[in-house]
């Protein structure tokens, strides 16, 4: 499986690198990639992820270019017409908003808030990224996101707006912080000009396997083939241990009955 986007993000920020994040906020009808499709743009011209190729990922690229210079950040919406799609070659139409933000590695605030997500991810810990929506956010400004990380603490903020509680009116509070089945949310602001979007951070799925036993050893081979944070429980460490499953995230040694206060389970 390759890099989670915001990884990469966080790792091309620390080398000093600026960068933008293109991130599809809004769709309607056939588009090619749902909410929540990222790519990253950086100076010399890659491109990193995808948020759906073709004529609208062309676009998005050259305006991100533009916004280099500029230094803020720009709504994009892309409609698709039926004589655009035959023009181009294309099958998926419809409409889709896309989030175009400058991330610069001079904002204390930006590096900051990226080297925890990163972390989170790294670690396998849910938590929520609040992100404010509007035209022309200069990429210098330190309060336009913020993370909500699972022990309910907040990292970062966003300028006028009571934070607390407009998430909380969207976000049921035994779920703060974790996977949902919608994990994106494309909220309204007291500003007609700006919205939040909320964002579970997509986490690998995590398996536990009571028992190093042969079933488990090849049991943990497939889930590695699709990415899957693996845990291996036994009471017994000639049968647990890295030698046996190298592709083990966690190795619990302990009895059954004794292990659960041991598993990390969100």
Do not use: W
């Not at 769709?27 to 190729?53: K, L, W, Y």
């Not at 803020?72 to 919406?77: A, D, E, G, N, Q």
């Not at 079933?215 to 845990?231: G, M, R």
């Amino acid at each position: 499986m390759g890099q989670h986007i915001y990884i990469t993000a966080a790792n091309l920020l620390s080398s000093g690198k600026r960068i933008v994040l293109a991130r599809t906020i809004r769709r309607a009808g056939s588009t090619p990639r749902d909410v929540g499709s990222m790519c990253i743009i950086t100076e010399d011209n890659q491109i990193i992820g995808t948020v759906g190729g073709g004529l609208l990922e062309y676009k998005v690229h050259k305006k991100a270019m533009i916004l280099f210079e500029k230094g803020h950040s720009f709504i994009y919406k892309f409609k698709l017409s039926n004589d655009d799609l035959a023009k181009n070659g294309m099958i998926c139409g419809g409409d889709v908003d896309l989030f175009l933000e400058p991330l610069f590695p001079g904002n204390p605030a930006t590096m900051s808030i990226f080297k925890k997500i990163a972390q989170q991810i790294e670690n396998n810990k849910p938590a929520t990224l609040i992100s404010l929506i509007e035209n022309n956010l200069d990429a210098m400004a330190e309060d336009t996101r913020f993370l909500i990380i699972e022990d309910g603490s907040i990292k970062g903020e966003l300028p006028d707006i009571d934070t607390k509680n407009m998430v909380m009116k969207n976000l049921n509070k035994k779920s703060m912080g974790t996977k949902q089945n919608a994990p994106y949310q494309l909220i309204k602001t007291d500003s007609p000009a700006a919205h939040l979007f909320i964002e579970q951070l997509q986490l690998r799925p995590r398996i536990f396997l009571f028992g190093a036993g042969h079933v488990s050893k090849f049991v943990a081979q497939v889930a590695k083939l699709v990415d899957f944070d693996i845990t291996i429980i036994d009471d017994r460490p000639e049968f647990a241990n890295k030698d046996r499953f190298p592709d083990a995230d966690t190795i619990c040694v302990a009895d059954f009955k004794l292990a659960f206060k041991e598993l990390n389970i969100s």
